[in-house]
């Protein structure tokens, strides 16, 4: 077994990402001299309503939008899943009550149908399969004409996988819904073009890019008409009323010009490294498998099973290397219940329970890599080791 690492390897970034320095330094004016409020009159509120719509349309341009103004500012991706399903299934009652979603959701999305369903509208979670996948017919089976709503994840965080998200929308289209997608995990790692993958509504958030915490969007399309969540001053469009965080907002917008920017070389940089420590770990350790797909996924993601041992125990012997992972989504980690993700793709209970999410980040290299490919082998093999369930053959 290597010896202790002192030094800290941080592969949690799903969960938290570090704000980039030159986004830090945009918001740095908004908090200092300029801060007027957008809704005001004079020169420093002009100030910050220009700030505001420079934002917007930064966010535009990263996701493909017809218009600055399709960008509604938020808290962050969970308000934006509740006002995107919760404002359109509302605002669409009479046309039908039913609202079609998958079964690889993130918890916000998941809970803003429940608390739909508390007020008389029926949600179907739609199948996946083992990859993670939504399965296209039993999903269009699935569509009838009182489901006015569906909303898909573009990229469930804690398995990578990558939906056919142009292909989902040409089926919802079809049997005229609307589609909302959660792009949080995705937006700012794979390029999304909304008008060209034809999505109506789209939730986004600011420190999946590195931008800061608490502020995200949505997007919606500009002929579509969906219900508040907050009521107040009108601001955003009358959409989301509160006087809006400019800092954060400018930060955001930084956040996505450099995304756009930085997106396909980054990309690239993070598959090897993603995919050198998927092949070196599956390579190296018996009844290793990966969750999700391995070509269709998220740039930074690495989501592997360890057979016979608990994805916890794992995490508490990397942390005494130095290295931070997660077994599942950070959002989810209360419940202590196996990832419902993993399940949906047909995992046993203590399948998922035995699982790893690394997720990479800007600040990751190959050295981290390296370290990681140098101290799993002996970390699993202690572990199956003490494992009751590790079978005779397999303990040394
Ligand atoms: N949707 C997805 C796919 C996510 O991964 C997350 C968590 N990063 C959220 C929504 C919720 O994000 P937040 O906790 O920032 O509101």
């Known amino acids: 077994m290597p010896v202790h690492k002192t030094s800290n390897i941080y592969l949690d970034n799903s969960a938290g990402k570090p704000v980039d320095s030159r986004v830090v330094d945009s918001m740095l004016p908004y908090l200092?001299?300029?801060?007027?409020?957008?809704?005001?009159?004079?020169?420093?509120?002009?100030?910050?309503?220009?700030?505001?719509?420079?934002?917007?349309?930064?966010?535009?341009?990263?996701?493909?939008?017809?218009?600055a103004e399709t960008i509604i500012f938020t808290s962050g991706a969970t308000e934006s899943n509740n006002l995107a399903i919760k404002g359109t299934a509302t605002r669409n009652r009479k046309k039908g009550n039913k609202i079609l979603t998958s079964a690889v959701e993130h918890i916000s999305v998941i809970n803003s149908c429940k608390s739909l369903?508390?007020?008389?509208?029926?949600?179907?979670?739609?199948?996946?399969?083992?990859?993670?996948?939504?399965?296209?017919?039993?999903?269009?089976e699935n569509i009838d004409d009182q489901t006015k709503l569906v909303s898909i994840v573009y990229a469930n965080g804690e398995i990578g996988t990558i939906q056919p998200i142009k292909k989902i929308s040409e089926i919802v289209h079809k049997k005229d819904a609307y589609l909302h997608v959660d792009a949080t995990a995705a937006c700012g790692q794979i390029q999304i073009d909304v008008q060209k993958e034809g999505i109506d509504m789209m939730t986004?958030?600011?420190?999946?890019?590195?931008?800061?915490?608490?502020?995200?969007?949505?997007?919606?399309?500009?002929?579509?008409?969906?219900?508040?969540?907050?009521?107040?001053?009108?601001?955003?469009?009358?959409?989301?009323?509160?006087?809006?965080?400019?800092?954060?907002?400018?930060?955001?917008?930084?956040?996505?010009?450099?995304?756009?920017?930085?997106?396909?070389s980054e990309g690239k940089r993070l598959i090897k490294i993603r995919d050198d420590i998927i092949h070196g770990l599956m390579g190296s350790i018996p009844y290793t498998f990966l969750n999700g797909h391995p070509i269709r996924r998220l740039p930074d993601n690495v989501s592997l099973r360890f057979s016979f041992i608990e994805g916890e125990s794992i995490l508490l012997s990397l942390a005494m290397f130095g290295v931070f992972a997660s077994s599942g989504s950070a959002?989810?980690?209360?419940?202590?219940?196996?990832?419902?993700?993993?399940?949906?793709?047909?995992?046993?209970?203590?399948?998922?329970?035995?699982?790893?999410?690394?997720?990479?980040?800007?600040?990751?290299?190959?050295?981290?890599?390296?370290?990681?490919?140098?101290?799993?082998?002996?970390?699993?093999?202690?572990?199956?080791?003490?494992?009751?369930?590790?079978?005779?053959?397999?303990?040394?």
């Open 32 to 67: 200092k001299t300029s801060f007027g409020n957008p809704s005001s009159l004079h020169k420093y509120g002009q100030e910050a309503k220009q700030a505001l719509d420079n934002s917007r349309e930064k966010i535009a341009d990263l996701i493909g939008a017809e218009k």
């Open 117 to 140: 369903i508390r007020q008389g509208f029926q949600t179907t979670f739609s199948p996946v399969d083992s990859f993670g996948f939504l399965d296209l017919e039993k999903f269009e």
């Open 204 to 264: 986004i958030s600011s420190n999946d890019f590195y931008g800061p915490r608490g502020v995200g969007a949505l997007y919606i399309k500009e002929s579509i008409r969906i219900d508040p969540l907050i009521h107040g001053g009108g601001q955003e469009r009358g959409l989301r009323s509160g006087t809006e965080n400019v800092p954060s907002i400018v930060g955001f917008g930084k956040a996505a010009e450099i995304a756009r920017v930085e997106l396909k």
């Open 331 to 396: 959002c989810t980690a209360k419940t202590l219940q196996p990832s419902h993700v993993l399940l949906a793709m047909g995992l046993k209970h203590e399948e998922a329970h035995g699982s790893l999410m690394i997720t990479l980040g800007r600040q990751n290299t190959q050295k981290d890599a390296d370290y990681i490919k140098e101290i799993m082998p002996a970390i699993i093999e202690r572990l199956r080791s003490m494992s009751p369930l590790t079978p005779k053959e397999l303990k040394r």
